[in-house]
């Protein structure tokens, strides 16, 4: 009985979402606003729970599969759960939870009209479904499908204020991500067409004994992957979409976007390389170092952007691409701190920036200041938020206490144990500069004088219960990680496909 | 949990929760806040001061461990921690005091004294903790509470100085980190102080060296080891408190005990010996006490004079750990201890001067004796010591030192410290002598009613400098426990 409803928590959690996504027009006709948003609440900390509970067992039981609609693989559709499934099911709850408590505040007034934010309701939703799809399925054709929701889902949310500079940004996002799903697409049919399945551990067995006939085919398919996944996740040069798209939506889009929806795609990629064709083609191949290489050069480069930029959510959102680097980093190092390092570095840059985006858009908001030079005397008239802005700073640098330390940490254990002195340097130097970009808004903020006398704004209590719930799992995160850092190993560890943990 | 492992936690918590309570009362309780201020640093000072007694007396210290095996949060006492903690603790009941006196007319008094508690328990924090890591993550934590009281004035030039501080300190903490990640890797995931020398014995000598420098680097910012030490300077337009504390106690303080630490704790003495590392140390230190001496001479801004000589003094606590003597070493914990009691009475004084006369130039200072007769006198009375002449406390210290250099068979050591001798006389002594022969053409002063505050603390640790000269062996068990702790006598 409990196993039954452990192997269907897993696509109950996608589909309760769906419907509720589907829902949303309807009840904000039927019943107050309020309601539906506190709904939609209700059911992403109910993901949330599911995600949890499905990790726990996966930490306690192993890895299970569920076969959607009672068709059993290699025909059906297969649900895969394992620690990677866990993990990200845990990062999209605990992040989405409290965006939508954020938006739910004055998300009518956000986006113009009361039908426009039950859509955004519906689309919010459905990009997390979309993902959660993401962080379960084991099917390749799966992938795709959820890697389009998701795709169009963020595209509509960024266009949810419907003003000119966000439709143009949309505009951009939409034809790059549908390159990028081109892409995607063509490697999926070459794996198709190597080995006969869209089942991912169907694939890996036919591509260990038959990989070595095809490599080029191989190659080309794997970069056609690198490059589709790469232009959604805005890994550095194919990012030129994010910075718009990302600055120009309401802050809870922009936070959802930035912190989860290119993690959705990392996760994917994630999949393809090490589930389907696995550690031991990947690491053979020169792809990974490609990818750590890539991953350093975003790194340097995103943060120099950011520190050019004086709107503020413009500065997050490169500092974005920056911190997508450091995910692609441990990717592209292949070992177990590497991919230790990734995962928790998702987990740990989706609350972080999160919390960034959604601490920046209340200041905007309340002192009408997108621009960082214009912020003097903002830490007083607001000083939890700034408060938590802060915090996020910090993390977002890698200073002990916050979580963003521990996975900066795996990431330079597993640079120094792959020997890798170049891949040391631009992790620090990377830190270095996120202070450098992060610092000044605060100095700006806290200790310079403001010109006029600041207006005490007030920032609604639910608002800011959204931010110090964030502020306190960044802590949290940071202080005592045992448990999230146990099920990133493991996480690691099963894409690696190492037995026990060393 | 025993009694001192309740205790350690106590003292840097019980900093934490006044800081948290001085910022939850409204800014206008100002009696209250002063009230909490004092307090707290009193209680935590008391619980130190308790800690050390307990420790001296049975001679085991009690440890404290929290989170996973391999970051763990650590605390233990052992008699190096505790003599900076001490240090720190009872320096900062003073510079509370002295504070609540100076801040008298300032307007963002709340956010001072927030910061000044979180930056008392952070330091406590450093000298009572047990592995690096939890060493890096105070040591990061102290730049971070110490910036907003940098930058307190809000000026232009307090914010320059802030962004500097914090850029060098930054780097300074990335090589810190780069090294720890290092020593990670060539111990297996051991980073407990007293285990680390044992791990760190397999490691080939230029792994070790590279690791020593990154640790020095590291350290030097805040230790300002020259030419690191850009920093200090435009620090000093902190107020005068936080200058005294901060850049004559326990910030710079900090980086000398974590170089102690990586030269004592993490490679031991024997692993540093083997480098021979020694003579780069060695001319490092030399150059950097006579320059800073030389350089302060030349100095007219009181403050700036001050800073340059806390340079070349840090130099000599450096000096007499890389010397890897005991009599070297024991001239270095006492130079830490009686540098700091006297450079916080020398900033004290400079504070008073400027908040009663509105002077802040050395060649502005003549006839001020007459005027503020008890400021200057302990002035001129504490830089004395600072030249090290008896029967002050300095005096002692330099002796060790000397003894050490001589031990070690550095006789080039002994020139430097007397040269660097002579010129702290050059720049102090016409200081007093100008205060107290020449004449001031002051019209009016400033009558603090606040001055009392100052004034209290000033001539209480100034008496200390002249107790310690006269009674060098109240220090002595102390020191002789952090002497033993790391040379097998």
Known sequence: MALAFRDNLAVLVVVALLSTAYIMPLLTKIRRFRVAEYFAVAMLGLALSGGIYLAREILLHGTFTYAVGGWPAPWGIELSLDAVSGFFLITIGVVATPIMLYASVDLIKEVGSRSRAAWFLTLFLLLVAALCGLAVTGDLFNIYVMVEVATIASCAIVAARNDATSVEATFKYLMLATIGSGFVLLGIGFLFVLTGNLNMNFIAQELSMSWQKYPTALWVCLSFFMVGFGVKSALFPLHVWLPDAHSTAIAPSSAMLSSLAIKGYIIALLKVFYVAVGAKIITRLPITDILTLLGMVAIIAGALFALAQDELKRRLAFSTISQVGYIFLGIGLGNIHGLTGTFMHILSHATTKALLFLAAGAMIKHTGKSRISEMAGVGAAMPVTVGAFAVGSLSMIGIPLFSGFVSKWQLLLGSLANGNYLAVLVLVGGSLLAAAYLLPVLRMAFFERPLQKPVVANVSYVQLAALLFLV???????????????????AATALLGLEVLP | M??????????????????????????????QRHCIVVGAALVSAAMVWYLLYLGLGSGTYPAFRVGIASLSLDLTLDPLGLTYGILASTLWVFASIYSVGYMEHDTKQRQYFTFFLVSAGITLGIAFSGNLFTFYLFYELLTFATYPLVVHSGTKDALEAGRKYIRYSLVGASFILAAIVMLWTLTGGVLDFSSIPAALATASSGQLRILFFLFLIGFGVKAAIMPLHGWLLSAMVAPT??????????????????????????????????LSVRPILLVLCSVTIILGSLIALKQDVLKRRLAYSTISQLAYILLGAFILHPLALAGAMLHMIFHSTLKIVLFFAAGIVAEETGYLKVSELGGTGRILPVTMGSFGIISLGMIGMLPLSGFWSKYYLMRGSLAADAWILLVVLLLSGLLNAL?????????????????????????????????????FGVIFGLYPGLTLPLVDAVVAQFFSL
Do not use: C
Not at chain 2, 2 to 20: K, N, P, Q, W
Not at chain 2, 246 to 262: D, E, K, P, Q, S
């Open chain 2, 2 to 31: 025993s009694v001192g492992v309740a205790l350690v936690l106590a003292s840097i918590v019980i900093t934490t929760i006044g800081a948290i309570w001085v910022a939850a009362i409204p800014g206008e309780a100002k009696t």
């Open chain 2, 427 to 463: 720049y102090f002594i016409p200081i007093t002598v100008s205060a107290f022969t020449g004449t001031s053409d002051l019209k009016q002063r400033r009558k603090t009613k606040a001055l009392l505050f100052m004034l209290v603390p000033t001539v209480i640790i100034a008496a």
């Open chain 1, 472 to 490: 306190v799992v960044i802590i949290s995160v940071g202080v005592v990680p045992d448990g999230v850092l146990q099920l990133a190993s493991e």
């Open chain 2, 241 to 274: 408190p936080v200058s005294a504390l901060l850049h004559a106690v326990a910030v710079v303080n900090a980086g000398v005990f974590g170089v102690l630490r990586t030269v004592y704790s993490v490679f031991g003495v024997d692993l540093v010996k083997s």
